[in-house]
Every structure is written in structure tokens, then in C-alpha cells.
């Protein structure tokens, strides 16, 4: 009986071993380990010497980001981000311009830890793609609506937003703020700003033309009336695309801007802008005009409360709000590349919209340079000389950001 048995399992004993299928992972786990991992430093020395302020600031600061992103599962996908900054040394600086009374100018990197961004987004085959919860918004050239990148706490959005694509090369971007996460940081009275706010924003490009974007911004604070308006325009950028010689830089932008919400102002202000430039190899030279408008009524301003301020009217940050009376800016900037290394120069000079009253003018300088992809040092200045409206400013930086 037993050879017979032996007989019968022989073939089954020395057949080859199929191995069996590996459980397949869950989304869970692929979710939590084979996702996107980010970690920056950067590391910022600033100094200013402001008329009519007794000391001089020097703030030293270490802004840390680390961050996950998930992979793709049937078209989701999550991210979340914290952002620390911490001084190193003394606190020569003011941090919090609602603070009490300090010796030292404003330096508007205050310490501390947040989730800079979290979110759930979904991605469509059709090139739609959707986010729920706090992100970064950038628009067109931060003019209207921007990060704030150049300060240590970045500002960010609690925000639905949805991008629409497609093969008719138009874009159309909304979304929907709740909140804004601004750079003072959650310590500060100024900190966030609640709101109940739509961005719409439709571009498309025009041929030689270049790209012509049209917008619309409501606005609705809770808590700053004065900042509710509602926005509306059009901007139009572009060049002419030689990839020798000399190719030519254009942009024209038009935008009007009135009361919403419970703003117990009457605004009825324009803003406009002419730009032209020249590229020549490495050298750019640009020149501006643009227009905040203002007048007798101090209510009746063009206000831009979630612009990427530092970028526009010069780096002294002299103008992040526009003065009473408007505000004009003429502007000139050279840019030349030598190799990675990058050099700009840029004069400014400032006059009221309403009344001609000058202002004053400005000063800018920067160098940056990279160190291969992980690392990248700068140094920047900038020079604001009164005329009439605020104070003598100096103000310098030096920077150096690594990327593992």
C-alpha cells in the first residue's frame, strides 16, 4: 500500500514549486513609503538702519522645510509641509509690527513651527486637477496674488482650488480662500486673516502676441473691511522668442478696483502698467511704468493685501501698502548672467498718483550664485531715499540655501 501511495505522490513530490503570488500592497502603505521626501535650509542675515528708529536691526535666521508628497492612487494624491524658523544669536529685530513699542526696525521673520501646507489634490486624465486645504497660490507674476517667498514664513492659503486644462490652450484657474496664513506667523494678531474669497483667473496664449490673462478677484474679509474689493482686469506679456540676437520684452497690464463686502470706503481706483525690454545674450534691460491708483480720499486707493509685496516698488518695502495718494513708480533694472551667476541693478523712482507730490527713490542691487543643484548664495541691497513720504532706509542682506 505504501509503494503504491509512493507511486500516486512521486509526481506530484518532484513536480516544480510554483511560488505564490506576493499579497499585493495596500494604497495605505504604497502612501507611506514609496512617496517624495524634501528637506531645505536656508539661512538669512538681514540688516536695517531705518531713520527715526534708535537702533539698528540685524535679524539671523534659519528658515527649515521638510515635506511629503504620496504617490498617485487613481488620480489622488496627498502632500504636507512644515516650515520652522528659528534665530540664531540675538534678536536685534522687531518680528511683529503690532508688538509693543520697540527700539529696533521690523524684520517680519518671527520664530516659530507650522504646517505650511496640507492637502489633498486629485488629478484628471482630461488635465483637471483639484486641491482641498492649505496650499501655496501663486498667479501671473504674484502681482495680485502670491507666497511671499522672499520672507523666512512663507504665506499660504487655506483655499478649494481648481485648475482646468485642455487642447484649446486655455487655462482657467479658481479658487476659493477661506483663510491666509499670512507671513507674521500664528503668534501675531495679523497672523490670519479669515475671509470668504474667489480668484478667477483665464489665460490663453495670442499668437506672437504673447499671453493674455484675464482675471477677477473678490475679496470678503471678516475682519480687515478695508481690504474687501473686488478686481478685475486683463495683462498681456511676451517676446519675441529668437533664440539669438536680440529679442524684445513687452507687458501691458489694466485692472479697475471698487468697494466690496463690508469696506466702508468708496473705492473706485485703476492700475496699470507698461513695461519694455531688450534681451541680448546674457544682458536684460528693462524700464516700467506702473500705477496704483489714488486720490483725495484716503479710502479711495488700489490696494494689493495678498501680493508677493517685496517683489514691486522696491525691495526697501517702502509701498506693501500704497500711500493715500497713489502711488507711481518709474522704474529701469539691468540684469546680466556670467555663467550660473546672476547680477541685477534696479532704480526706482516714486511720485503720488494724485497731487504729483514726489516721494522719493530707490536703489536695488543683488547678486546670486549657485553652488552646483543643492546650494545657492546671495547677497542683496537696497537703498530708499525719502523726498517726502516715509523714511531713509538701508537695508542688506546675505543668504545661503541647501537643498540635499
Same mark, same amino acid.
Given at each position: 500500500?505504501?509503494?503504491?501511495?509512493?507511486?500516486?505522490?512521486?509526481?506530484?513530490?518532484?513536480?516544480?514549486?510554483?511560488?505564490?503570488?506576493?499579497?499585493?500592497?495596500?494604497?495605505?502603505?504604497?502612501? =507611506?513609503?514609496? @512617496?517624495?521626501?524634501?528637506?531645505?535650509?536656508?539661512?538669512?542675515?538681514?540688516?536695517?538702519?531705518?531713520?527715526?528708529?534708535?537702533?539698528?536691526?540685524?535679524?539671523?535666521?534659519?528658515?527649515?522645510?521638510?515635506?511629503?508628497?504620496?504617490?498617485?492612487?487613481?488620480? =489622488?494624491?496627498?502632500?504636507?509641509?512644515?516650515?520652522?524658523?528659528?534665530?540664531?544669536?540675538?534678536?536685534?529685530?522687531?518680528?511683529?509690527?503690532?508688538?509693543?513699542?520697540?527700539?529696533?526696525?521690523?524684520?517680519?521673520?518671527?520664530?516659530?513651527?507650522?504646517?505650511?501646507?496640507?492637502?489633498?489634490?486629485?488629478?484628471?486624465?482630461? *488635465?483637471?486637477?483639484?486641491?482641498?486645504?492649505?496650499?501655496?497660490?501663486?498667479?501671473?507674476?504674484?502681482?495680485?496674488?502670491?507666497?511671499?517667498?522672499?520672507?523666512?514664513?512663507?504665506?499660504?492659503?487655506? &483655499?478649494?482650488?481648481?485648475?482646468? *486644462?485642455?487642447?484649446?490652450?486655455?487655462?482657467?484657474?479658481?479658487?476659493?480662500?477661506?483663510?491666509?496664513?499670512?507671513? =507674521?506667523?500664528?503668534?501675531?494678531?495679523? #497672523?490670519?486673516?479669515?475671509?470668504?474669497?474667489?480668484?478667477?483667473?483665464?489665460?490663453?496664449?495670442?499668437?506672437?502676441?504673447?499671453?493674455?490673462?484675464?482675471?477677477?478677484?473678490?475679496?470678503?474679509?471678516?475682519?480687515?473691511?478695508?481690504?474687501?474689493?473686488?478686481?478685475?482686469?486683463?495683462?498681456?506679456?511676451?517676446?519675441?522668442?529668437?533664440?539669438? #540676437?536680440?529679442?524684445?520684452?513687452?507687458?501691458?497690464?489694466?485692472?479697475?478696483?471698487?468697494?466690496? #463686502?463690508?469696506?466702508? *470706503?468708496?473705492?473706485?481706483?485703476?492700475?496699470?502698467?507698461?513695461?519694455?525690454?531688450?534681451?541680448? @545674450?546674457?544682458?536684460?534691460?528693462?524700464?516700467?511704468?506702473?500705477?496704483?491708483?489714488?486720490?483725495?480720499?484716503?479710502?479711495?486707493?488700489?490696494?494689493?493685501?495678498?501680493?508677493?509685496?517685496?517683489?514691486?516698488?522696491?525691495?526697501?518695502?517702502?509701498?506693501?501698502?500704497?500711500?493715500?495718494? *497713489?502711488?507711481?513708480?518709474?522704474?529701469?533694472?539691468?540684469?546680466?548672467?556670467?555663467?550660473?551667476?546672476?547680477?541685477?541693478?534696479?532704480?526706482?523712482?516714486?511720485?503720488?498718483?494724485? @497731487?504729483?507730490?514726489?516721494?522719493?527713490?530707490?536703489?536695488?542691487?543683488?547678486?546670486?550664485?549657485?553652488?552646483?543643484?543643492?546650494?545657492?548664495?546671495?547677497?542683496?541691497?537696497?537703498?530708499?531715499?525719502?523726498?517726502?513720504?516715509?523714511?531713509?532706509?538701508?537695508? &542688506?542682506?546675505?543668504?545661503?540655501?541647501?537643498?540635499?
Amino acid at each position: 500500500m505504501l509503494s503504491i501511495s509512493l507511486a500516486v505522490l512521486a509526481p506530484a513530490l518532484l513536480a516544480p514549486q510554483q511560488e505564490e503570488p506576493a499579497p499585493e500592497s495596500s494604497p495605505w502603505k504604497v502612501a =507611506f513609503t514609496e @512617496g517624495d521626501v524634501w528637506l531645505k535650509f536656508r539661512y538669512r542675515f538681514e540688516y536695517v538702519d531705518q531713520d527715526g528708529v534708535p537702533r539698528e536691526g540685524e535679524a539671523s535666521t534659519l528658515r527649515t522645510v521638510v515635506g511629503y508628497r504620496t504617490p498617485v492612487y487613481e488620480g =489622488f494624491s496627498g502632500l504636507i509641509e512644515f516650515e520652522d524658523v528659528t534665530p540664531i544669536g540675538n534678536e536685534d529685530y522687531d518680528p511683529d509690527p503690532t508688538g509693543p513699542p520697540s527700539p529696533f526696525p521690523v524684520v517680519a521673520d518671527p520664530d516659530g513651527t507650522e504646517v505650511n501646507q496640507v492637502y489633498v489634490q486629485y488629478d484628471s486624465a482630461e *488635465g483637471t486637477s483639484v486641491k482641498a486645504g492649505r496650499q501655496r497660490i501663486t498667479l501671473d507674476n504674484h502681482r495680485f496674488v502670491g507666497n511671499v517667498g522672499w520672507r523666512q514664513n512663507e504665506q499660504t492659503f487655506d &483655499a478649494a482650488s481648481v485648475t482646468i *486644462g485642455g487642447p484649446w490652450e486655455t487655462e482657467v484657474y479658481y479658487a476659493f480662500l477661506h483663510n491666509v496664513n499670512r507671513i =507674521f506667523g500664528d503668534d501675531s494678531p495679523i #497672523g490670519d486673516h479669515r475671509m470668504a474669497s474667489h480668484l478667477l483667473n483665464v489665460s490663453r496664449p495670442v499668437g506672437s502676441a504673447g499671453d493674455l490673462i484675464a482675471y477677477a478677484y473678490h475679496l470678503d474679509y471678516d475682519d480687515v473691511d478695508a481690504f474687501s474689493t473686488t478686481t478685475f482686469g486683463a495683462r498681456l506679456a511676451g517676446k519675441t522668442g529668437r533664440d539669438e #540676437g536680440l529679442n524684445l520684452l513687452w507687458a501691458g497690464e489694466a485692472a479697475k478696483q471698487i468697494d466690496a #463686502g463690508n469696506n466702508p *470706503g468708496d473705492v473706485d481706483a485703476i492700475y496699470y502698467l507698461a513695461e519694455l525690454g531688450a534681451n541680448s @545674450g546674457a544682458t536684460t534691460v528693462q524700464a516700467g511704468y506702473e500705477v496704483l491708483g489714488g486720490s483725495s480720499d484716503p479710502a479711495d486707493t488700489f490696494q494689493t493685501p495678498l501680493a508677493t509685496g517685496h517683489k514691486f516698488n522696491g525691495w526697501a518695502d517702502k509701498f506693501l501698502s500704497t500711500p493715500a495718494g *497713489g502711488l507711481e513708480d518709474v522704474y529701469v533694472s539691468a540684469t546680466a548672467k556670467l555663467g550660473p551667476t546672476k547680477l541685477q541693478v534696479v532704480y526706482h523712482d516714486f511720485q503720488a498718483n494724485d @497731487g504729483g507730490m514726489d516721494y522719493g527713490t530707490e536703489l536695488d542691487a543683488s547678486l546670486v550664485v549657485p553652488f552646483g543643484e543643492s546650494v545657492t548664495a546671495g547677497l542683496k541691497y537696497a537703498n530708499y531715499m525719502e523726498d517726502g513720504f516715509a523714511t531713509d532706509t538701508t537695508k &542688506a542682506w546675505a543668504w545661503l540655501a541647501f537643498t540635499p
